[in-house]
């Protein structure tokens, strides 16, 4: 194996971890094909097998609302701070505060 790390997509996590929850093969066997190494299987496969519960509760759904909400507030907040850094510059040059700066 190369020693460059690869990031793998979703997708391809998600087929991995649906083949090996569906033991189409043993893992070592799934290993070769999909070019993964066994322990990133057995994570796969788990971390989808524990999740599950997530997308049938509706957990997720709620998990992100409340992200979007909290995008919006942050979005919120950096044009709030961009707006009185703005206003506190143009003071301060007004003031000659800036030491020379422009």
Do not use: C
Not at 43 to 57: G, Q, T, V
């Amino acid at each position: 194996m190369s020693g460059i790390r690869r990031n793998h997509s979703a997708d391809f996590k998600a087929h991995v971890a649906l083949a090996a929850i569906r033991e189409d093969a043993t893992i070592a066997e799934l290993s070769v094909p999909f070019g993964v190494h066994s322990t990133l299987i057995h994570r796969w496969k788990r971390e989808a097998l524990s999740r599950m519960s997530e997308i049938f509760s509706g957990k997720q759904a709620i998990q992100e609302a409340n992200y979007i909400n909290d995008i919006k507030e942050l979005h919120a907040k950096i044009g709030q701070l961009t707006v009185e850094k703005d206003f506190l510059e143009t003071v301060s040059k007004r003031l000659g505060l800036l030491g020379g700066k422009k």
